[in-house]
């Protein structure tokens, strides 16, 4: 059994940072991409940004590329992501999946955690 729980999120200013974390258990996570999705209230879930099972490679959508960054630990348990220069757009309930590419599918996903940015 795969387990996804995403923790951090939380109210920030417009500007300012949060870091999400995303704690894996359960089945391996070799070979597997993790990536964090976000869906905001009325609109469909779209996607955040994934990071390879090595960490070398990592994949941003247009919306966050130079704010947002995605890494993962050594032992592959941890994902994060750091959200620099919040904007009230970012508001939206986000959450970790694994998958087979960054293209997908994600098989597994996490509850989500609530980021709320004030203007």
């Known amino acids: 059994q795969v387990q996804l729980v995403e923790s951090g999120g939380g109210l920030v200013q417009a500007g300012g940072s949060l870091r999400l974390s995303c704690a894996a258990s359960?089945?391996?996570?070799?070979?597997?991409?993790m990536g964090w999705f976000r869906q905001a209230p009325g609109k469909e879930r779209e996607f955040v940004a994934a990071?390879?099972?090595?960490?070398?490679?990592?994949y941003y959508a247009d919306s966050v590329k130079g704010r947002f960054t995605i890494s993962r630990d050594s032992a592959g348990n941890m994902v994060y992501l750091q959200m620099n220069s919040l904007k009230s757009e970012d508001t939206a309930v986000y959450y970790c999946?694994?998958?087979?590419?960054?293209?997908?599918?994600?098989?597994?996903w996490g509850q989500g955690t609530q980021v709320t940015v004030s203007s």
């Open positions: 999946a694994r998958g087979s590419s960054h293209f997908g599918p994600y098989d597994y």
């Open positions: 990071i390879s099972w090595s960490g070398g490679s990592t």
């Open positions: 359960g089945r391996t996570f070799s070979n597997y991409v």
